[in-house]
Nanobody, 127 residues
């Protein structure tokens, strides 16, 4: 199977931190990776990307430096570190992988840039 399997979501208090993981069944080193989130009734929102060709990271400006994307190619795993969480961060979080090269960083925050998706992981931040 070609899969991305997510873990690390759950319930956290306001101000807390979580680390989401996304493990691929294929060599992730050849892929761009992205993290997205979707709240009920809202469009899927691109929050961070990591471009394969140069390692460039990109973040939605609204995150105010609280999230950080990374990867460990030896483990075929991508990560999203989230800190200082607040209620507005409550959503289902998705990882994604795409094999295109030379994409603009802004494009990698759109769902169309990706071929494979994780199953989604619920993050709930309590008030």
């Amino acid at each position: 199977q070609v899969q991305l399997v997510e873990s690390g979501g759950g319930l956290v208090q306001t101000g807390g931190s979580l680390m989401l993981s996304c493990t691929a069944s294929f060599p992730l080193e050849h892929y761009n990776i992205g993290w997205f989130r979707q709240a009920p009734g809202k469009e899927r929102e691109g929050i961070s990307s990591l471009r394969n060709r140069d390692g460039h990271t990109y973040y939605a400006s609204s995150l105010e430096g609280r999230f950080k994307i990374s990867r460990d190619n030896a483990k075929n795993t991508a990560y999203l570190r989230m800190t200082d969480l607040n209620v507005e961060d409550t959503a289902v979080y998705f990882c994604a992988a795409g094999d295109g090269n030379a994409f603009a960083a802004s494009y990698l925050l759109t769902p169309q840039a990706y071929d494979f998706w994780g199953q989604g992981s619920q993050v709930t931040v309590s008030s």
